[in-house]
């Protein structure tokens, strides 16, 4: 069974509205780490947060905002305004304290910003 | 900041050759990874190493071996291309300390194509 799932393979949208990034996971542990990571055309992974288990705030960095929901087990991601350079594809990854030291990407979600 | 870098960018390789992807990272990193990114598939971890000469596998290292001689050297090996291994390959290190709560670094990618 997928450990991450990233339900959304391709998104496009206009330049300066919002969208919003699905990242749904499964895990039994009480203790794991869920990240976002941007991969633009050129190919480099760039890690963009961080959030363990026991944090559910949500954050905010810029146009970039986080909604963790242990209810739901989702770890969505929202940019607001968006840009043409936000186009790239966006995984979400889960790590789990119990189970050694894998990392389950999800499948990346395509976002596409027209200008 | 971190560099991770990856000697090639594209290769491409006939079936039954001996393939080396190599990878240097120059923060001296005790971890390093190496995935590999196939569209709808995500990135999956073929091995990792968290020292010099020490190696785990991850979930698919059928086909694969690594080197780690050096602290900030981690090299793939395929020992005999074949068509399936066509994919794209990611190198990623993270510093000393727990992996899973740790952010990777990744290198920019070797799109690797076995004909």
């Known amino acids: 069974a997928q450990k991450v799932t990233q339900a959304q393979t391709e998104i496009s949208v206009v330049e300066k509205e919002d969208v919003t990034l699905d990242c749904v996971y499964e895990t039994r542990d009480t203790t794991y780490y869920l990240f976002w990571y941007k991969q633009p055309p050129s190919g480099e992974l760039v890690f963009l947060i961080r959030r363990n288990s026991f944090d559910e705030q949500n954050e905010i960095s810029g146009r970039y905002s986080w909604n963790f929901q242990k209810s739901t087990s989702s770890f969505n991601f929202t940019i607001t305004a968006s840009q043409v350079v936000d186009s790239a594809v966006y995984f979400c990854?889960?790590?789990?304290?119990?189970?050694?030291?894998?990392?389950?990407f999800g499948t990346g979600t395509s976002l596409t910003v027209i200008p | 900041d971190v560099k991770v870098t990856q000697s090639s960018r594209y290769l491409v390789k006939r079936t039954g050759e001996k393939v080396f992807l190599e990878c240097v990272q120059d923060?001296?990193?005790?971890?390093m990874f190496w995935y590999r990114q196939d569209p709808g598939l995500g990135l999956r971890l073929i091995y990792f190493s968290y020292d010099v000469k020490m190696k785990e596998k991850g979930d698919i290292p059928e086909g694969y071996s690594v080197s780690r001689e050096k602290k900030e050297r981690f090299s793939l090996i395929l020992e005999s291309a074949s068509t399936n291994q066509t994919s794209m390959y990611l190198c990623?290190?993270?510093?000393?300390?727990?992996?899973?709560?740790?952010?990777?670094?990744f290198g920019p990618g070797t799109r690797l194509t076995v004909l």
């Open positions: 990854a889960l790590s789990e304290a119990n189970t050694g030291n894998q990392f389950y």
């Open positions: 923060m001296d990193h005790e971890n």
């Open positions: 990623a290190s993270t510093p000393r300390g727990t992996i899973r709560n740790n952010e990777q670094f």
